[in-house]
T-cell receptor, first 112, second 114 residues
Framework: DAKTTQPPSMDCAEGRAANLPCNHSTISGNEYVYWYRQIHSQGPQYIIHGLKNNETNEMASLIITEDRKSSTLILPHATLRDTAVYYCILMNYGGSQGNLIFGKGTKLSVKP | DTGVSQNPRHKITKRGQNVTFRCDPISEHNRLYWYRQTLGQGPEFLTYFQNEAQLEKSRLLSDRFSAERPKGSFSTLEIQRTEQGDSAMYLC????????????FGSGTRLTVV
């Protein structure tokens, strides 16, 4: 089962920042927080990941709380093309494990 | 490299028939994963390979399902005696074998069993 909790849906105005929350209160010390998104009829797309520090790349920023029990994905200037389902996933790279466990994600609707 | 390629994109089959899907991962990626996604749900893990070795299988992978990755390159997923409940999107992903990386997913094969 997924170890993360996300709101089922959110709306955002085009051009504004989209802030997508994720709760992961049972995260363990060696688990990373990953974010993917899935645009309709396409495969999931990797966005960003982090362990405990905040991270930024060309797509988004990831803010992880100091206790690591929650995180926020920030799309700084949302466009209509950012409308998608966003998944927050915990991933442990120890040993031979490596599969992602997806929950239901947050359906983000960016509106003009 | 054009990413992860999956074929066919769509497959319609009659119940009871066998189907096979193919996945070509990014060439330098050692790990390859299969997922299944039904409408309104997130993708569910089926199995993964490290090179040619199948390292993990989900309990979702019944004995009608078999996956192979000969020579550690492309992979095939076969479903025997298909059932209507097998209708889903079948997704393939790949990643480098070591380190902390995101997965690269293909566009999937949509299977419809009629």
């Amino acid at each position: 089962d997924a170890k993360t909790t996300q709101p089922p849906s959110m709306d955002c105005a085009e051009g504004r920042a989209a802030n997508l929350p994720c709760n992961h209160s049972t995260i363990s010390g060696n688990e990373y927080v990953y974010w993917y998104r899935q645009i309709h009829s396409q495969g999931p797309q990797y966005i960003i990941h982090g362990l405990k520090n905040n991270e930024t790349n060309e797509m988004a920023s990831l803010i992880i709380t100091e206790d690591r029990k929650s995180s926020t994905l920030i799309l700084p200037h949302a466009t209509l093309r950012d409308t998608a389902v966003y998944y927050c996933i915990l991933m442990n790279y120890g040993g031979s494990q490596g599969n992602l466990i997806f929950g239901k994600g947050t359906k983000l609707s960016v509106k003009p | 490299d054009t990413g992860v390629s999956q074929n066919p994109r769509h497959k319609i089959t009659k119940r009871g028939q066998n189907v096979t899907f193919r996945c070509d991962p990014i060439s330098e990626h050692n790990r390859l994963y299969w997922y299944r996604q039904t409408l309104g749900q997130g993708p569910e893990f089926l199995t993964y390979f490290q090179n040619e070795a199948q390292l993990e299988k989900s309990r979702l992978l019944s004995d009608r399902f078999s996956a192979e990755r000969p020579k550690g390159s492309f992979s095939t997923l076969e479903i025997q005696r298909t059932e209507q409940g097998d209708s889903a999107m079948y997704l393939c992903a790949s990643s480098p074998g070591t380190g902390v990386y995101g997965y690269t997913f293909g566009s999937g094969t949509r299977l419809t069993v009629v």
